[in-house]
């Protein structure tokens, strides 16, 4: 749902990043202002425009037959969509994914985040939980910890991104570890309000010992499900 908008808030977290870093390599720079809103503008706009540009491909292709909205099999090999029956010797289910939200106690009690509605968002928040360490997390990790945003990232596995090498992951670990809290091992058991914001009881994989994260402005459980129920 958000590839390429992520990757463009990546580019531009790539770019602040580089000039940050830019001393190193005897090159004296400075940013004088982040406009966030005007960030994320400029990726919301050039999403709409993929869409746009998509759908017209789609719609156009001279073999291909473009039918939307909601199907369900009515026989092993024929599928309905709003009544039209379309039968295929191979059937090809790519229904696309949706955020997942796990089951954390109290979690239902803030306005949390998911990778998609991040994207909406208008105001930089101050503060960020991250709860996962998958790919998903560590592209939000990076662009806000980039725009000035404090984040903690939560992952319940002994590393980051369990996809990759574990070299990897533990370079990764490293170089994130210097803009932003980053703990593994670290399962997120309960989601607790007060009046200085969210913050999040984790229990240690290993010894099982319980802490609190300190308060932050708001949450984003990062994970998604297949959508396999827009086509069953």
Known sequence: WGCIPSKMLIYVADR???????????????????DFHAV???????????????RRGISESKNLDFYEGECHFVSDYTLDVNG???????????SGSRPFTPAIKGLENIDYLT????????????????????????????FFAAMGTEVTILEMADRLVLSE?????????????????????AQADE????QNGVSVVTVDKKSGSRKRTSPSITSIPLARNASGDSCW
């Open 16 to 34: 602040i990043v580089e000039i940050e870093e830019a001393k190193k390599l005897g090159v004296d720079a400075e940013i004088k202002n982040i």
């Open 40 to 54: 994320m503008e400029r990726m919301r706009k050039s999403r709409q425009e993929s869409q746009v540009h998509i």
């Open 84 to 94: 039209n029956k379309l039968k295929g010797e191979k059937i090809f289910i790519a």
């Open 115 to 142: 990778n998609e509605s991040a994207l909406e968002l208008k105001d930089r928040p101050d503060s960020l939980i991250i709860i996962g360490g998958g790919y998903i997390a560590v592209e939000y990790g990076h």
């Open 165 to 185: 090498e574990p070299e990897i992951s533990e370079v990764l670990k490293s170089e994130l570890s210097k803009r932003m809290g980053v703990h593994t091992n």
């Open 191 to 194: 989601v607790k309000v007060n």
